[in-house]
């Protein structure tokens, strides 16, 4: 009975943990708002393999990104050497629709 149960056990989590999808948020140095500036990707645990899903236009430079703990929104830092730069941009993340969703920015105010 005890095998049973931890078999049981470890199959269910096997197949919990490899039903999530997992997310990768990449930033870039894009110096023109019109090109894309975030990439969101799928990862396939089992392979390693990238799948583009969504990226963001009209962003100067987003070149870090921090996602918040329940990972639901993604806040983007611009660079502050570049004119009109230093802000923080947030966007929500919708794994359901795999989209990313401009919500606010603020400017450096210095």
Sequence with gaps: MKKFFVLTFTFCTWIYFFSQNTYAFFGSFNWDKNTEGIYV?????ITGNLSK???VRGILNPSFLTISPNGK?????????????????SFEFKPKDESLTFINSEKKRW
């Design 73 to 89: 929104y993604i806040f983007a830092c611009t660079e502050s050497k570049t004119e009109n730069g230093g802000s923080v941009s």
């Design 53 to 55: 899903i969504t990226t």
């Design 41 to 45: 990707y799928k990862l396939d645990i």
